[in-house]
């Protein structure tokens, strides 16, 4: 008889799947901040099914907001598509829609689109400001969880930027976690920041 693998942290995704489990547990509002082809957005949105809460999706690319809507269509129910809201700008801003809700959790897959413009990628400077915004909007209990990919010349650089500013987060609001993996060369990496409840 096969064994079966045990996948606690096999991979990056592994990883932050679980932590997102444990974040919407009891539902909430979540946002996925690079929605690239939608598969990160569509395990956010397994997660809150028959639950309260709903998905905010963000993507400069308008070809990454096409196919992350396909992705969608071809899993979810439409009113389980209800509950999604994609927008097609950089994530710098937030849409209004994020500032009339509590954030439970900000999902962060750096870098480029799978199969697309590998000049388009996601940028150490804009990435920070974007995360920066996004402590300001977590609930309490919340989290943003960023994964990293140092291969690329730029991927490296904001793993290296936001390792410096995250750092430096006052600890008694933040627990700041960085995962890698030591020895897989220049794999991916995933930090996840949550927001500490007061007392
Ligand atoms: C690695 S992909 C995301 C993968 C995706 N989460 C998935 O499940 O398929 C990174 C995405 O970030 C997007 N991106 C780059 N810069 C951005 C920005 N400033 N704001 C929002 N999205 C950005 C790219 O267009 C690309 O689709």
């Known amino acids: 008889?096969?064994?079966?693998?045990?996948?606690?942290?096999?991979?990056?995704?592994?990883?932050?799947?679980?932590?997102?489990?444990?974040?919407?547990?009891?539902?909430?509002?979540?946002?996925?901040?690079?929605?690239?082809?939608?598969?990160?957005?569509?395990?956010?949105?397994?997660?809150?099914?028959?639950?309260?809460?709903?998905?905010?999706?963000?993507?400069?690319?308008?070809?990454?907001?096409?196919?992350?809507?396909?992705?969608?269509?071809?899993?979810?129910?439409?009113e389980e598509l209800g509950r999604i809201h994609l927008f097609c700008q950089s994530h710098e801003t937030f849409p209004a829609l994020a500032e009339q809700h509590l954030i439970q959790l900000i999902v962060y897959n750096l870098g480029y689109l799978p199969k697309g413009n590998k000049q388009v990628t996601t940028m150490a400077t804009s990435t920070l400001e974007s995360v920066n915004k996004g402590f300001n909007m977590i609930a309490p209990g919340g989290a943003l969880c960023i994964t990293c990919y140092p291969g690329h010349e730029e991927g490296s650089r904001e793993e290296q930027e936001l390792l410096h500013c995250l750092s430096c987060l006052d600890a008694t609001s933040w627990n700041v976690c960085h995962h890698a993996f030591p020895n897989r060369t220049l794999s991916a990496s995933v930090f996840l920041i949550q927001k500490r409840t007061i007392g």
């Open 1 to 78: 008889m096969m064994q079966r693998q045990f996948l606690l942290f096999q991979s990056h995704l592994d990883l932050a799947h679980h932590y997102w489990q444990r974040l919407l547990y009891n539902g909430g509002w979540a946002i996925d901040a690079t929605l690239g082809n939608g598969k990160d957005t569509l395990k956010l949105a397994q997660l809150l099914a028959g639950k309260p809460g709903g998905i905010i999706g963000i993507d400069i690319q308008p070809q990454a907001v096409q196919r992350t809507l396909e992705h969608l269509q071809d899993h979810l129910s439409p």
